[in-house]
Nanobody, 124 residues
Framework: QVQLVESGGGLVQAGGSLRLSCAASGLTFSSYTMGWFRQAPGKEREFVAAISRSGGSTYYADSVKGRFTISRDNAKNTVWLQMNSLKPEDTAVYYC?????????????????WGQGTQVTVSS
């Protein structure tokens, strides 16, 4: 069974940093484009960042570009989201997602597998 498990969320003040991790199992990790989405209360789930199978290509939502960095290590079956200069509007549940094609999509419906999310709360 495919499983994606996020960790690393928590409370942080505006301007601070967090590093989210997503550990994958039950799939050939290197065959999956990986991404991060987030969902705030009362809002739809939105795209944050994605990385290609090899890690050679990345794509970011305009709202996080320059502040967030996505990375992966296929030997560790892990993808990370380094979040710097956090803002209150970054507060959301962050979800790890995967799709078994080498193509990045910002449409949540194009993603096949999802983690259960980790809460990120940015104060002030």
């Amino acid at each position: 069974q495919v499983q994606l498990v996020e960790s690393g969320g928590g409370l942080v003040q505006a301007g601070g940093s967090l590093r989210l991790s997503c550990a994958a199992s039950g799939l050939t990790f290197s065959s999956y484009t990986m991404g991060w989405f987030r969902q705030a209360p009362g809002k739809e789930r939105e795209f944050v960042a994605a990385i290609s199978r090899s890690g050679g290509s990345t794509y970011y939502a305009d709202s996080v570009k320059g502040r967030f960095t996505i990375s992966r290590d296929n030997a560790k079956n892990t993808v990370w989201l380094q979040m710097n200069s956090l803002k209150p509007e970054d507060t959301a549940v962050y979800y790890c997602a995967g799709r078994p094609v080498d193509w990045i999509s910002t449409n949540k419906h194009d993603w096949n597998y999802w983690g259960q999310g980790t809460q990120v709360t940015v104060s002030s």
